[in-house]
């Protein structure tokens, strides 16, 4: 069956870095869109990021955009965000999760992965 | 950017009954591309409903969605303890694909 595991959250110093990874099985990873979602503590979801199967296509949202890169490794059926200048605010739960149909960027997010905490604080 | 804007907040209601949650956009969502999503305490969300009103596998029946212009309402009839959870609203169909803050379903 899918699984999506994601990896690599944990404390960081407000302007540090994080490299995150989502490792996912029991589909053909090259052929589906991948999405990273947030969730602060407490709070609702937030998109961050979505990247197309090939990774020609990438969206960020605002709020990241220019700090974060998402990125993908089809040979090894892996996601990957890399995280620059953390601020406070982007503490919560990063989860990774896939885009439901093959090759198209319009679909909802069918399966999710347990998520991995990042925790921006001096 | 479209946003979503759900209500109520929160609903509070006895097993047995039926729940109406409302998801509402700014804009139009093209080709209805609105999905909801159920979370559990601790738990990662799960797909309920896609394209306002189709099921995804495995959902219940008792789960079901509608659409009205920009209006989205997801009704879950014969409400179990298990439906305790905090329900999303997300359009998908243009980027950036955002999500409604959410509607905390209690069960009395």
Same mark, same amino acid.
């Given at each position: 069956?899918?699984?999506?595991?994601?990896?690599?959250?944990?404390? &960081?110093k407000?302007?540090?870095?994080?490299r995150?990874?989502?490792?996912?099985?029991?589909?053909?990873?090259s052929?589906?869109?991948?999405?990273?979602? =947030?969730?602060?503590?407490?709070?609702? /979801?937030?998109?961050?990021?979505?990247?197309s199967?090939?990774?020609?296509?990438?969206?960020?949202a605002?709020?990241?955009?220019?700090?974060?890169?998402?990125?993908?490794?089809?040979? @090894?059926?892996? /996601?990957?965000l890399?995280?620059?200048?953390?601020?406070?605010?982007?503490?919560? &739960?990063?989860y990774c999760?896939?885009?439901? /149909? =093959?090759?198209?960027?319009? $679909?909802p997010r069918?399966?999710?992965?347990?998520?991995?905490?990042?925790?921006?604080?001096? | 950017e479209?946003?979503?804007?759900?209500?109520? #907040?929160?609903?509070?209601?006895?097993?047995?009954?039926?729940?109406? /949650?409302s998801?509402?956009a %700014?804009?139009?969502? %093209?080709?209805?591309?609105?999905?909801?999503?159920?979370? @559990?305490?601790?738990?990662?969300? =799960?797909?309920?409903?896609?394209?306002? $009103?189709?099921?995804?596998?495995?959902?219940p029946d008792?789960?079901?969605? %509608?659409?009205?212009?920009?209006?989205?309402t +997801?009704?879950i009839?014969? +409400?179990?303890?298990?439906?305790?959870?905090?329900?999303?609203?997300?359009?998908? #169909?243009?980027?950036?694909?955002?999500? #409604?803050?959410?509607? @905390?379903?209690?069960? @009395?």
């Open positions: 069956q899918v699984q999506l595991v994601e990896s690599g959250g944990g404390l &960081v407000p302007g540090g870095s994080l995150l990874s989502c490792a996912a099985s029991g589909f053909p990873f052929d589906y869109y991948m999405s990273w979602i =947030r969730q602060a503590p407490g709070e609702g /979801l937030a998109w961050i990021s979505y990247i199967n090939s990774g020609s296509t990438i969206h960020y605002d709020s990241v955009k220019g700090r974060f890169t998402i990125s993908r490794d089809n040979a @090894k059926n892996s /996601l990957y890399e995280m620059n200048s953390l601020r406070a605010e982007d503490t919560g &739960v990063y999760a896939r885009h439901a /149909l =093959r090759r198209i960027a319009a $679909a069918d399966s999710w992965g347990q998520g991995t905490l990042v925790t921006v604080s001096s | 479209i946003v979503l804007t759900q209500s109520p #907040g929160t609903l509070s209601l006895s097993p047995g009954e039926r729940a109406t /949650l998801c509402r %700014s804009q139009s969502v %093209s080709s209805s591309y609105l999905a909801w999503y159920q979370q @559990k305490p601790g738990q990662a969300p =799960r797909l309920l409903i896609y394209g306002a $009103a189709s099921r995804a596998t495995g959902i008792r789960f079901s969605g %509608s659409a009205s212009g920009t209006d989205f +997801l009704t009839t014969r +409400l179990e303890p298990e439906d305790i959870a905090v329900y999303y609203c997300q359009q998908y #169909g243009s980027s950036p694909y955002t999500f #409604g803050q959410g509607t @905390k379903l209690e069960i @009395k």
